[in-house]
């Protein structure tokens, strides 16, 4: 257990709709980072947040958007669905930006 | 801009062999690098790490990587598998400014007795 906790852990959905994700880091960590994890992509880099700031973004789509509130735990919002999100959507957490980084069990989206 | 090539999409080995999983990694800048694994429907597990200093970087489950500056290798190696190491293996770099990590396609390991 690494101590990142995700919900829902499976999410069954139509095309056009719109999903939320969450995710809350370990103790004390700071820093949070989306993954999206796919037969064809493999391991992408969503965005990462630290201490409730965007710090870095990577392969987001537009219709998908992030933030992290006060208590440091974060949602993924992904809008306007295609059948291509389907995916595991993975949450990692660190100390800091520089420190390891520690995945939760994933979020596995399906679009039908 | 960081990228990792693992080299083997899958790697068939016997019970009690030798194995290695081979990472090569392209940067402009320093990098850290890692080790995940990923068993059947679970999330990432950080088997290793990279950060400075000794080149030999041991890990869990008896698990240990080189890191080889000249040839931009990361290789991991493990001298005896066991049935319960059968995962996903990926490779992954960061940069020293610390920001997402670039992972690999990842290595099917299936061990067999």
Known sequence: DSGVTQTPKHLITATGQRVTLRCSPRSG???????????????????????????AKGNILERFSAQQFPDLHSELNLSSLELGDSALYFCASS????????FGPGTRLTVL | AQSVTQLDSQVPVFEEAPVELRCNYSSSVSVYLFW?????????????????????????NGFEAEFNKSQTSFHLR??????????????AVTPHSGYALNFGKGTSLLVTP
Not at chain 1, 37 to 54: K, V
Not at chain 2, 36 to 60: A, D, F, H, M, R
Not at chain 2, 78 to 91: G, L, M, Q, R
């Open chain 1, 29 to 55: 960590d700071l820093s949070v980072y989306w993954y999206q994890q796919s037969l064809d992509q493999g391991l992408q880099f969503l965005i990462q947040y630290y201490n409730g700031e965007e710090r």
């Open chain 1, 95 to 102: 100390v800091a930006p520089t420190n390891e980084q520690f």
């Open chain 2, 36 to 60: 995940y694994v990923q068993y059947p429907n679970q999330g990432l597990q950080l088997l290793l790490k990279y950060l400075s200093g000794s080149t030999l970087v041991k890990g869990i």
């Open chain 2, 78 to 91: 493990k001298p005896s598998v066991h049935i319960s190491d059968t995962a996903e293996y990926f490779c």
